[in-house]
């Protein structure tokens, strides 16, 4: 209940800040992706929909992301459903070349008529950036779960290298790590996943963009991700700016 209050909070401080009173940049995404990986983990290894939108106001960032399933995982989780949808306001700062950020993150998992679904909680976001040299910056991202998995945090280290082929089409490569610190009841502690990253985007007008994404993830110790179900996944996506 306390998910789907705030989940209905953020909707109208979305759309809110939509309206011209709040001359608010927004952004509606929809990716298309062969796999929902996340830190090293599969919820699904089949396609999805993921649509998301943001909405950006001197400094501070709105979010809305969903997950929906096409693919139904072996039977553990309901096709063309939502399994999750989550809720994110971040406010971001920066100072010269370190952007710092944080915000919190409610994540709600509906209840499907199947084995699927993960139990609600919440996120605190702690984040910083670090631009190195032209196009390559350094940044970390703390997760700090204080709700259903009580005192777990999970913190993912990147160097990532962006750079700009002409005015509308530009390359990001990443390769990120990520640790695991939590309770021995939920299992083991220590260096999680890490993940390799290349993506592109195309600027097809002013409003309307275009992306696409391969990315391979593997465990660093098995002891802490038991179980790797995907390793390679992809896909692309569309934006619109308004």
Same mark, same amino acid.
């Given at each position: 209940? %306390?998910?789907?209050?705030?989940?209905?909070?953020? &909707?109208?401080?979305?759309?809110?800040?939509?309206?011209? $009173?709040?001359?608010?940049?927004?952004? @509606? #995404?929809?990716?298309?992706? /062969?796999?929902?990986?996340?830190?090293?983990?599969?919820?699904?290894?089949?396609?999805?929909?993921?649509?998301?939108?943001?909405?950006?106001?001197? $400094?501070?960032?709105?979010?809305?992301?969903?997950?929906?399933?096409?693919?139904?995982?072996?039977?553990?989780?309901? /096709?063309?459903? =939502?399994?999750?949808?989550?809720?994110?306001?971040?406010?971001?700062?920066?100072?010269?070349?370190?952007? &710092?950020?944080? $915000?919190?993150?409610?994540?709600? =998992?509906?209840?499907?008529?199947? /084995? $699927?679904?993960?139990? #609600?909680?919440?996120?605190?976001?702690?984040?910083?950036? !670090?631009?190195?040299?032209?196009?390559?910056? !350094?940044?970390?991202?703390?997760?700090?779960?204080?709700?259903?998995?009580?005192?777990?945090?999970?913190?993912?280290?990147?160097?990532?290298?962006?750079?700009?082929?002409?005015? %509308? !089409?530009?390359?990001?490569?990443?390769?990120?790590?990520?640790?695991?610190?939590?309770?021995?009841?939920?299992?083991?502690?220590?260096? %999680?996943?890490?993940? @390799?990253? @290349?993506?592109?985007?195309?600027?097809?007008?002013?409003?309307?963009?275009?992306?696409?994404?391969?990315?391979?993830?593997?465990?660093?110790?098995?002891?802490?991700?038991? =179980?790797?179900?995907?390793?390679?996944?992809?896909?692309? /996506?569309?934006?619109?700016? =308004?």
């Amino acid at each position: 209940m %306390k998910a789907m209050k705030m989940m209905a909070a953020g &909707l109208v401080m979305v759309l809110g800040m939509a309206t011209a $009173g709040f001359c608010a940049d927004a952004t @509606l #995404n929809l990716d298309v992706n /062969s796999a929902y990986v996340s830190r090293g983990y599969t919820y699904n290894d089949g396609l999805v929909l993921q649509p998301s939108l943001d909405v950006l106001k001197g $400094g501070f960032d709105v979010n809305v992301w969903g997950n929906m399933d096409v693919s139904d995982y072996n039977d553990t989780l309901d /096709s063309w459903q =939502f399994s999750e949808l989550d809720l994110a306001v971040y406010y971001s700062h920066s100072f010269d070349k370190l952007t &710092l950020t944080g $915000g919190i993150i409610e994540y709600f =998992f509906p209840q499907t008529d199947v /084995s $699927g679904g993960g139990k #609600n909680t919440e996120e605190l976001y702690l984040g910083a950036s !670090l631009a190195l040299v032209d196009g390559l910056s !350094l940044g970390l991202i703390v997760y700090y779960d204080y709700d259903e998995y009580d005192e777990t945090c999970y913190s993912n280290l990147g160097l990532t290298y962006s750079k700009s082929i002409n005015p %509308k !089409l530009g390359v990001t490569a990443g390769v990120y790590a990520g640790y695991l610190d939590q309770d021995e009841q939920f299992g083991e502690s220590g260096f %999680k996943d890490y993940k @390799l990253s @290349l993506k592109a985007s195309y600027a097809l007008t002013d409003t309307i963009g275009l992306g696409a994404n391969i990315n391979y993830t593997d465990a660093i110790d098995d002891d802490v991700l038991t =179980f790797v179900d995907v390793n390679t996944y992809g896909g692309v /996506s569309v934006n619109c700016k =308004f």
